[in-house]
């Protein structure tokens, strides 16, 4: 069965752009979270989506948004990125709604120049 | 107060030592609580959920859950230098709105088994 993929692995932007991270989650999951992993902040929830819908929400400002397909997949976009955009990102697969068990993939890492 | 806590560490075993892990969480009506574990330079890795208040083990390790004190710990019996990682408390936070749960992560425990 194969798990969470995120594309792409690794990122270089420069400040003042935007972003789209992916995320396809495991097959049957529908619930699709994404975190933010800095070494000082550990790890921040952003959002999650379930049945295309936004359910969820953490403490980001309006320049991080996502959106989920009728497929399960799903994107993260980051406009007008800030030196301090720079992170892990990780999308987490839930087979239901959000706060079950989660399995991450392996993260896309963002680096903002 | 932090919604999920941990202490930072680290915490160095020696080999065939065990390793104790804690966790304390504020929201009194959490019901999942989840310990991953992350390698350096790699993502959380699933290895054990607790529901219920008493101890769940699978294989070397053990997860003991206390609801009333609002406490989680994972115990690592016969440690391992592969065990040496960091240790991430997840804990089901109630979002505000009361309808919407979220997994809530303490900042982590780094692990270091010496050989």
């Known amino acids: 069965k194969a798990g969470v993929t995120q594309t792409p692995r690794y990122l270089i932007k420069t400040r003042g752009q935007q972003v789209t991270l992916s995320c396809s989650p495991i097959?049957?999951?529908?619930?699709v979270s994404w975190y933010q992993q800095t070494p000082g902040q550990g790890l921040q929830f952003l959002f999650e989506?379930?049945?295309?819908?936004?359910?969820n929400k953490g403490n980001f400002p309006g320049r991080f948004s996502g959106r989920q397909f009728s497929n399960s997949r799903s994107e993260m976009n980051v406009s007008t990125l800030e030196l301090g955009d720079s992170a892990l990102y990780l999308c987490?697969?839930?087979?239901?709604?959000?706060?079950?068990?989660?399995?991450f993939g392996q993260g896309t890492r963002l680096t903002v120049v | 107060q932090k919604e999920v806590e941990q202490n930072s560490g680290p915490l160095s075993v020696p080999e065939g030592a065990i390793a104790s892990l804690n966790c304390t969480y504020s929201?009194?009506?959490?019901?999942?609580f989840f310990w991953y574990r992350q390698y350096s330079g790699k993502s959380p890795e699933l290895i054990m959920s607790?529901?219920?208040?008493g101890d769940k083990e699978d294989g070397r390790f053990t997860a003991q859950l206390n609801k009333a004190s609002q406490y989680v710990s994972l115990l690592i019996r016969d440690s391992q230098p592969s065990d040496s990682a960091t240790y991430l408390c997840?804990?089901?936070?109630?979002?505000?709105?009361?309808?919407?749960?979220?997994?809530?992560f303490g900042k982590g425990t780094l692990l270091t088994v010496n050989p």
């Open positions: 987490a697969s839930n087979k239901d709604r959000g706060g079950t068990e989660a399995f």
């Open positions: 097959s049957g999951h529908r619930s």
């Open positions: 989506y379930f049945s295309e819908t936004q359910r």
């Open positions: 929201d009194r009506v959490s019901q999942s």
């Open positions: 607790i529901y219920s208040n």
């Open positions: 997840a804990v089901n936070i109630i979002t505000s709105g009361g309808s919407n749960y979220k997994l809530t």
